[in-house]
């Protein structure tokens, strides 16, 4: 029996080519094709990172084989490499370790990249409607080549020349999650009603939100008080925001009203917020500030509906631009 078993064997693996490298499957689904001709038929199916071994190539066609041993033919581009895949890997990693800054959901169907920029490595396509993380963002100068995609061109506003890219993780079903950067005009924030309402009133274009505290309302309910984030004009700008806007609940009047409001400085992402722990105390949010060329911390405590400025050690009097 064990001779059979080993000749068995043999002649199932002799034949057996050893891999050029390691890659991974980059589209949600990746069919292996019998053969590179127009006449063909699939061999089976493979999902997003999947492990393959890259046997040979022609022209743009990729012969690989699947961790059960079926081998067939892809397109390159259906492939991520072993460097990129561990750069995925990484991303996620740092993702994990972020303050959430804004949260979403795309637009539409769309590439994630494994860095900013058009030209990058694709990671990815989502659909429209995956949820999404939002964490950092990257102003990249649109190229000159820039790649004539129905997806970018659908997009483009006149005479841009910087777009934002935004630092993402998507959930992409309710276990798995990926990381990576996204043109932000594909991007739907899901922020709290009315703050858009009061934003757009403003002028203001909100591009980080956060919860500051809770407070009862007439009836008992505890309603969230925030810190919105944004900025004045088009997308490309060296701020990641340049306004910050409070909005605490008026018992008397049974809505939001605006308790704080911050102009002038050229702030980077992220915003931290501290809140209080269980045996009380006060809010506080800081962020870096770059508006002199080099960077400031800035640091703020909330109590009750006040916000200040906190001045560091040695630091001038903080100029009055809140209320």
């Known amino acids: 029996m064990l001779l059979v078993i080993a000749v068995g064997a043999y002649f199932r693996f002799r034949h057996a080519s050893p891999p050029l490298e390691v890659a991974y499957a980059g589209n949600r689904q990746v069919v292996l094709q019998s053969t590179t001709a127009q006449v063909r038929e ?9 492990r393959l071994e890259v046997l040979q190539r ?16 892809v397109q390159e581009r259906e492939l991520l490499s072993g460097d990129v895949w561990q750069q995925a ?23 994630l990249h494994i860095d900013a920029g058009r030209v990058t490595t694709r ?12 964490y950092e963002r990257r102003p990249v100068e649109v190229p000159t080549t820039a790649p ?26 309710d276990k798995d999650t990926v990381s990576g950067w996204m ?14 309402d009061y934003a757009s009133s ?32 088009p997308e490309g700008q060296p701020c990641d925001f340049n306004i910050l806007r409070a909005y ?18 050229c702030g980077r992402l992220p915003v931290t917020i501290a809140q209080p722990g269980a045996t009380g105390g006060d809010t506080r949010f800081s962020y870096t500030d770059i508006a002199t060329g080099k960077a400031e911390e800035r640091n703020y405590v909330m109590h009750q509906t006040i916000i200040r400025r906190i001045k560091q050690p040695g630091e001038a009097k903080p100029r009055k631009r809140s209320r």
């Open 202 to 233: 403003a002028g203001m274009r909100i591009v980080a939100w956060f919860e500051l505290n809770k407070v009862a309302d007439s009836g008992g309910k505890l309603k969230p008080q925030y810190l919105l984030a944004g900025v004045h004009g």
């Open 42 to 50: 699939p061999v089976t199916t493979v999902s997003y990172g999947d």
């Open 58 to 73: 022609f022209q743009d066609q990729v012969e690989v084989r699947t961790t059960t041993g079926l081998t067939g033919w």
């Open 148 to 173: 004539a995609s129905a997806e970018y061109s659908a997009a483009e506003p006149a005479q841009t020349k910087k777009e934002d890219w935004w630092l993402v993780r998507a959930h992409v079903s």
């Open 89 to 111: 890997a990484d991303l996620e990693k740092r993702t994990a370790s972020l303050p959430i800054q804004a949260r979403g959901h795309t637009k539409v169907l769309t590439n």
């Open 248 to 265: 605490t609940w008026g018992k008397q009047r049974e809505r939001y009203e605006t308790a704080f409001v911050e102009s002038g400085d």
């Open 123 to 134: 990671l990815r396509q989502l659909n429209k409607g995956v949820l999404l993380d939002i």
């Open 183 to 196: 043109l932000g005009r594909f991007i739907e924030l899901d922020v709290p009603q009315p703050l858009p």
